[in-house]
């Protein structure tokens, strides 16, 4: 049996990875707000070490998969400290743990939106792991009126860490693969409320065109994620995989 930690499990794509992985026999530590096997606020610095401590705890300091996917995507500095800061805390916090399993393997959920403009100052702040700054400066988004920047800044943010630290010692030298999977639109809670507004799906189709299949629904993703953070991965990691029907390439082009 493997033993995998999983944020977000309360809802969404997290729900639908833990389902998949306990059907195949897999052990899920669920960490959320509520209905988890670790109840904990990833937003702020005590919540984040709570779940650590929790997730080591049930676990005996070895696991075998992490995947952050716990995420909010309003126009606030709370989608800095979620989908950022909570992911990364996460992440290394439990790698020792991931490290002293035989084939450890992580993912986070990223975004297309990673791809869109983003508030550069932000971006940075959260790079240089410097929470303090990035939420002064996601407030003054706010006040400016660009807090729509905020969600895309958090995913850009957060596939640049994976990149630049997957092929770390850390990481890719103590065996750990370390991907994003970035979906389109995904039926789930968080875009609940955008698909039952007409004018919303309208502004979602052109921000985001799936030609292939259009939206997924949440299993797409834990699909993805369940392979990419399965045994059979043994040499994809730093990659930020795109499971949007096309909109990466509708979006970006051809080029590389
Ligand atoms: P969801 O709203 O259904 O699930 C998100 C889960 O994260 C919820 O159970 C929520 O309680 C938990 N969460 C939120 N804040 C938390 C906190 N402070 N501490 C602990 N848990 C917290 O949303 P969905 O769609 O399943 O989102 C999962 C991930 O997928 C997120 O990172 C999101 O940004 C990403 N994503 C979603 C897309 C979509 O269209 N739904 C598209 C691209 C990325």
């Known amino acids: 049996t493997r033993t995998i930690a999983v944020s977000g499990t309360a809802s969404g ?18 960490i959320d707000l509520r209905d988890a096997e670790v109840r904990a606020d990833l937003a702020v610095p005590e919540g984040r070490a709570a779940a650590v401590e929790a997730v080591l705890d049930r676990s005996g300091g070895v696991l075998d998969g992490v995947v952050a996917c716990a995420g909010v995507s309003t126009f606030t500095p709370a989608t800095v400290r979620v989908n950022y ?12 743990a991931l490290a002293r399993a035989e084939r450890p393997r992580a993912a986070v959920v990223g975004s297309i939106s990673g791809t869109q403009p983003v508030d550069a100052e932000v971006v940075a702040a959260c790079l240089r792991g410097d929470e303090r700054a990035a939420l002064d400066l ?10 729509v920047r905020l969600y895309p800044s958090s995913k850009a943010a957060l596939a640049q860490w994976l990149r630049r630290g997957a092929v770390t010692p850390e990481w890719a030298g103590a065996g750990i693969p370390l991907n994003a999977i970035a979906p389109g ?3 789930t809670a968080m875009t609940e409320p955008l698909f039952a507004d007409p ?10 065109p799936m030609p292939l299949h259009g939206p997924a629904g949440p299993e ?4 993805a994620l369940r392979w990419i953070t399965g045994p059979a ?7 930020v995989v795109y499971l949007d029907g096309g909109a990466e390439a509708v979006l970006r082009g051809p080029g590389l």
């Open 13 to 30: 794509i997290g729900r639908a990875l833990a389902d998949l992985l306990r059907a195949q026999g897999d052990e899920v530590i669920g």
């Open 85 to 96: 800061f909570g992911a990364v805390a996460l992440l290394e916090g439990l790698r020792p």
């Open 138 to 147: 996601a407030g003054e988004a706010v006040e400016r009126g660009a807090g």
């Open 185 to 187: 639109v995904v039926r």
């Open 199 to 208: 004018a919303m799906v309208r502004v979602m189709e052109e921000a985001v």
């Open 220 to 223: 797409a993703v834990a699909e």
């Open 233 to 239: 991965n043994t040499h994809i990691t730093g990659q």
